[in-house]
């Protein structure tokens, strides 16, 4: 059979999920319980959903965007 030409190798492929899966924890460290009317949580503005999760979730949507222009060395 003869070699197609894609526009991403393998590597592309695992760098892309890895950031998708960053990506995703901090979107999900980002999420909870939330406060109601009859009771007021105080852990919505803890420092892990508001400073920490957003970071992750950043740096998860960089390394999708590295992944995609890495473009690897030709043997």
Known sequence: MEKRNFAFDKINFIL???G????II?????????????????EIFSAMRIRVAPVITFFGFVSIIVAIMYKPRKK
């Open 26 to 42: 901090g979107l999900v460290l980002m999420a909870g319980g939330g406060s109601t009317d009859e009771a007021y949580d105080p």
């Open 20 to 23: 998708v899966v960053i990506a």
């Open 16 to 18: 892309m999920a890895i």
